[in-house]
């Protein structure tokens, strides 16, 4: 059977009540949605993703086979973990992806270089290629519909100190997803 996988960079307690904080100030601007013009209804709530599904992507995999999975893992026994400190300065609404994130114009190198040889190896071997470069993001609210005008402001930089990437599964529940770790590299 295939699951749904991504690798991730994991968020420690710290980084988590930081995001919290932004989630519940966003949550006033979110609650009043303006709407577009000539629609009647008005758009179903923005969902505030829940604290332990908080998670940096590096790259999504898509659909994972079992052997896809076993000889993933064997390809990617050592995986160097970039010592590298990521601010995350800016709030981004990508009306597309009816999200809002947390998000930044830099990309310390290793990052991206890593993230790009996990989603270079995903595409090379038959799962997802991405099609959109790399681009460091926090995702704070799924489901976003049309927002108030003027830009999202972010009240403190949240500075990630990264030490750890996972292999992530996404288990689908009635209550909604859940991120499971497969591994961990430290
Ligand atoms: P996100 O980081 O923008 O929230 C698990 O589903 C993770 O993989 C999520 O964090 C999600 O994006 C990302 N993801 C899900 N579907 C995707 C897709 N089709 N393309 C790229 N990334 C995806």
């Known amino acids: 059977m295939a699951a749904r996988l991504f690798f991730a960079v994991p968020l420690d307690r710290i980084n988590q009540l930081a995001l919290i904080r932004q989630q519940a100030r966003l949550s006033g601007v979110l609650s009043r949605p303006e709407m577009a013009e000539g629609e009647k209804k008005p758009h179903r709530p923005a969902r505030l993703v829940p604290v332990a599904n908080l998670h940096l992507t590096l790259a999504f995999l898509g ?4 052997s896809q999975r076993q000889a993933l ?3 990617w026994q050592t995986l160097a973990v970039p010592r590298v ?6 709030l981004a609404h990508w009306p597309r992806a009816r999200v809002i994130c947390l998000t930044t114009q830099y990309t310390p190198p290793p990052l991206s270089q890593l993230a790009n040889a996990l989603r270079r190896d995903a595409a090379c071997h038959g799962l997802h290629a ?9 995702t704070l609210f799924r489901d976003v ?3 108030p005008a003027g830009p999202l402001t972010l009240t403190q930089p949240i500075t990630l100190t990264i030490n750890k990437v996972a292999l992530m599964e996404s288990v689908f529940e009635p209550g909604g997803v859940r ?3 497969i591994k961990t590299w430290e």
Do not use: E, K, M
């Open 130 to 138: 991405s099609q959109r470069g790399f681009r460091p993001h926090i």
């Open 179 to 181: 991120y499971q770790s």
């Open 63 to 66: 659909n994972v086979t079992q």
């Open 85 to 90: 400190t990521l601010t995350l300065d800016g």
């Open 73 to 75: 893992l064997a390809r």
């Open 145 to 147: 519909g049309p927002l």
